[in-house]
């Protein structure tokens, strides 16, 4: 039995078939502790994945660098924060800019401390995009060497011009976010920096107060050895592993880019395809929203169409919604330029299998197992489509994820 959840449609899906579906409430109080992991809302620019469902932590507060680049176009720290994701330094004049310099570094100070989900660094656009290579991103409470012995997050490895990284921090705590350039002296500038977390005790675990094991037995965090608060705490516990592992489906489970505060649309939802290609291990449409991210076609979790003219496939949402993002992971094992130039299409009509909804974008990438991300610009609809136009290939995807809210709930 697979379920899925979705905070914006709030059911709990069941689906013992690709075309039968059930539906159940859900109780206020899950939808309570997942708000508080996604945020408040907020729309954003520099990653449209988040635009509505979380909010910017750093936007408008008090920043630093170590140098200040001396030109007309003033670069202080202050503008990475400014909630202008412009790549343009010259033009836009919305980018930090330091000296040439031995490890540079900046850092925003968050007023307090929070456990950070993520972090978006956007590059600069204009030119220089190759500066921001092996820059590091680190979250702590002290910034007494500029965060340089702080928990790292991640690194940047992405220097393309107007390169937008998204860095997964895990939830590590601290009240300061610094990027710094080590081993190297260069100029550093960032044109926009967006921080994504909330309150340490707003995180789940620490909004169930798990009691401690301690050498001497199992304590609350006052020290109390009580049966009767022990047994209602492991109660609770259990209760709630239960229910997450439900959430959770397959142990195999995986996004293929995880959006922080987004949830998955299309997971587990009815898909359809212009054919199943026969073979051993057969490649059916709802293969590509079952969550699981492996791009090996013979370990069994990819559609393929036979090869045919325009071949196609699409998801039903169930509701009309307005689409943020879309991921599509291609197949790793072989055959990965099938998918160059994949339209892929939104819209409330199927008449045509989604062929003359408005379009999306399309697939450019098509090595093996790229993971492509293509931005919907919040196009409303209910059917998400896939179309390989004027050729005769096989379709094969591995997986497909979708990200966007309510229509209502646009922001």
Known sequence: MRVAFSIFAAPLR???????????????TWLLALALLAGRGEAQRCNPELQGVAHNLAKGRPAYQSSLYPHPIVGAASKAVDGNCSGEWYTDGSCTHTGFEMEPWWYVDLGDQYAISAVVVKNRGDCCGERLQGAQIRVGDSVADHGKSSPLCGTITDTRLGSVST?????LKGRYVSIRIPGRAECLHVCEVEVYGTKPEDTFWERIKVPRVLHGGIRDSAGSTEAS????RMLILWALLLVLALLAGSGESQSCKP???GNNLAK?????QS???AYEIIGLANKAVDEICDGDFYH?????????NNPWWYVDLGAEYAIAAMVVKNREDCCGERLKGAEVRVGNSISDHGKSNPLCGNITDGSNGSISTLYCKWMRGRYVSIHIPRQSVALTLCEVEVYGLTSENEC
Do not use: D, K, V
Not at 14 to 28: D, E, L, T, V
Not at 167 to 171: D, G, I, R, S, T
Not at 229 to 232: A, I, Q, V
């Open 14 to 28: 069941f689906s013992p078939s690709q075309c039968c579906w059930a539906r159940m409430p859900i109780g206020r």
């Open 167 to 171: 860095l997964y921090c895990n939830w």
């Open 229 to 232: 608060l022990l047994n209602s």
């Open 259 to 261: 959006i922080p505060g």
């Open 268 to 272: 587990y939802r009815p898909a359809c």
């Open 275 to 277: 054919s199943t290609f």
């Open 300 to 308: 069994g979790s990819c559609t393929h169409t036979n090869g045919e």
